[in-house]
Antibody, heavy 117, light 106 residues
Framework: EVQLVESGGGLVKPGGSLRLSCTAS????????MHWVRQAPGKGLEWVSSISTSSSYIYYADSVKGRFTVSRDNAKNSVFLQMNSLRAEDTAVYYC??????????WGQGALVTVSS | SYELTQPPSVSVSPGQTASITCSGDKLGDKYACWYQQRPGQSPVLVIYQDSKRPSGIPERFSGSNSGNTATLTISGTQAMDEADFYC?????????FGGGTKLTVL
């Protein structure tokens, strides 16, 4: 069964850091570009970042550029999101997802990140 | 930056056809996707490349995209279809989501 599992979420103070992990099972991520998408409480979906199969191409939303860093370890079948200088507006459920034929076809269950003092 | 606009809400009676629109500048020149998100669950891809259905998505879900508008159509809407729906397109190498539409089946 294809599965993506996010971990590493939690409560952090403004200005703090957190590292999210997304580990795949049932398939290998090496053939997929990987994306992070977040959803603030009661709000819509917001794309955060993407990383190509060999990490050659990395993109960020303007809202996180300079603060978040995406990486991947194909040998561990995992992708990561390092989040620094966190703000209250970064509070959200963070999903990782794969892309096939232009659509985000597999999503994890999400990891809740709460930024609050 | 590129924007996609959806109506906040759409209502439909059971068994009827629901249409959800997504507008963007020359959206028809891009591929559109649609996602269904039930409360407390992760989004599910229901349409990709304008009109293709992933495996396991019921035939009552269909899509089209032309001009400045993409449309998700749900024929014979069922109570289980009640959810939030998001359109999505690509702007260069970044993903753009619409604001979402709450579909109510009543």
């Amino acid at each position: 069964e294809v599965q993506l599992v996010e971990s590493g979420g939690g409560l952090v103070k403004p200005g703090g850091s957190l590292r999210l992990s997304c580990t795949a099972s049932g398939f290998t991520i090496s053939g997929h570009n990987m994306h992070w998408v977040r959803q603030a409480p009661g709000k819509g979906l917001e794309w955060v970042s993407s990383i190509s199969t060999s990490s050659s191409y990395i993109y960020y939303a303007d809202s996180v550029k300079g603060r978040f860093t995406v990486s991947r370890d194909n040998a561990k079948n995992s992708v990561f999101l390092q989040m620094n200088s966190l703000r209250a507006e970064d509070t959200a459920v963070y999903y990782c997802a794969t892309v096939t034929d232009g659509g985000l076809d597999y999503w994890g269950q999400g990891a809740l990140v709460t930024v609050s003092s | 930056s590129y924007e996609l606009t959806q109506p906040p809400s759409v209502s439909v009676s059971p068994g009827q056809t629901a249409s959800i629109t997504c507008s963007g500048d020359k959206l028809g020149d891009k591929y559109a996707c649609w996602y269904q998100q039930r409360p407390g669950q992760s989004p599910v891809l229901v349409i990709y490349q304008d009109s293709k259905r992933p495996s396991g998505i019921p035939e009552r879900f269909s899509g089209s995209n032309s001009g400045n508008t993409a449309t998700l159509t749900i024929s014979g809407t069922q109570a289980m279809d009640e959810a939030d729906f998001y359109c999505q397109a690509w702007d260069s190498d970044t993903v753009i989501f619409g604001g979402g539409t709450k579909l109510t089946v009543l």
